[in-house]
């Protein structure tokens, strides 16, 4: 059975840091890519930064860059997402997504709010 389960989320202050973490079971993690995708109230999933299976390959979308770093571990099948200098617009519901050609897997989010 598939599985993505994000955690890591939770309710912080504006400037500070979260660490999201993905773990994967069910398939071959380490021949997938990988990417956080973001979701807030009302709006469009948008994506927030993607990670090649070897890991050798990243990018972020422009809102995040400098700030947020995402990264992998094959041997654990997890994906994690660092965020910093995090703002009340970075507020959303945070998915990991697993991409092997037209195979997709999503997890089921976890909830990061910025607030003071």
């Known amino acids: 059975q598939v599985q993505l389960v994000e955690s890591g989320g939770g309710l912080v202050q504006p400037g500070q840091s979260l660490r999201l973490s993905c773990a994967a079971s069910?398939?071959?993690?380490?021949?997938?890519?990988m990417s956080w995708y973001r979701q807030a109230p009302g709006k469009e999933r948008e994506f927030v930064a993607f990670i090649s299976s070897t890991g050798n390959s990243a990018s972020y979308t422009d809102s995040v860059k400098g700030r947020f770093t995402i990264s992998r571990d094959n041997n654990r099948k997890m994906l994690f997402l660092q965020m910093s200098s995090l703002k009340p617009e970075d507020t959303a519901m945070y998915f990991c997504?697993?991409?092997?050609?037209?195979?997709?897997?999503w997890g089921q989010g976890t909830q990061v709010t910025v607030a003071s």
């Open positions: 997504k697993a991409v092997l050609s037209i195979i997709v897997h």
């Open positions: 069910g398939f071959t993690f380490s021949r997938y890519d």
